[in-house]
């Protein structure tokens, strides 16, 4: 008694974190801004170093990149699929984070981040069954967090466009901030994923699966919101 009782407690106290890690409003990172204390060392020369660490740490503090990632792996249990979910994420947001800085385009940052919280709602509904029981069909998940992966790359890409970047070693540097993003990624990865390993021994896993995907797909649909909000007062 005493046991499943500290389970249920437990469980209760990770899907409060999933609250607090994806609250909207209480932070500018969730609209994949840059710190403003980054700016000066962002607009300086080659700093490989100085690129991996903002990176790293863009990524780390992510709430809508990890929520994703979150919703991703909550029902795979293989770290060969597991793997093969994260390389095509990774890919996907390796692409159009160095195509939008390199290549000068420009896309509205609220449009491109509204689509980034639909994705973590997308990926939340999907894990509930909502595609198969709503329309009868199920998309395939694989082609869904590659192309996902196309816009996080992209909301950070445009990002990244609104400081003064410095010509001198640009493709270096935006190279090395990728290196940093998927450092990021896998530290960030790894702690859901000790989460989820003691989360899944316990007996309420299931019986809490609903609710936790319910609340992740809500926390979605707020960052939806909040984007299209900004777009429409700016």
Not at 167 to 190: C, D, H
Request: aromatic share 12%.
């Amino acid at each position: 008694m005493i046991r499943k009782t500290r389970v249920e407690l437990a469980t209760r106290l990770y899907i409060c974190l999933l609250f607090v890690l994806a609250a909207p409003l209480a932070s500018d990172l969730l609209a994949h801004g840059v710190a403003a204390s980054d700016k000066d060392l962002i607009t300086q020369g080659r700093q490989l170093a100085v690129f991996v660490y903002l990176g790293a740490k863009h990524m780390v503090t992510g709430y809508d990149h990890l929520l994703f990632l979150f919703g991703v792996i909550f029902f795979l249990y293989r770290l060969k699929e597991v793997a093969l979910y994260v390389t095509l994420f990774a890919v996907g947001h390796s692409i159009t984070l160095l195509y939008a800085v390199l290549s000068g385009t420009h896309v509205n940052p609220f449009i491109i981040d509204a689509i980034i919280g639909w994705s973590v709602a997308y990926k939340a509904l999907d894990n509930m069954g909502g595609f198969q029981c709503l329309l009868g069909v199920q998309p395939d998940t694989r082609l869904a967090v590659w192309i996902f992966g196309l816009f996080h790359g992209l909301g950070l890409g445009t990002k990244l466009q609104d400081f003064s970047l410095s010509t001198e070693g640009l493709v270096p540097n935006i190279l090395a901030f990728n290196v940093g993003v998927e450092l990021g990624q896998v530290l960030g990865l790894s702690a859901i994923l000790i989460a989820m390993g003691f989360w899944r021994r316990s007996q309420g896993f299931h019986r809490h699966a609903f609710a936790a995907n319910v609340i992740v797909m809500t926390c979605g649909f707020i960052l939806v919101g909040y984007q299209l909000v900004g777009y429409v007062t700016q």
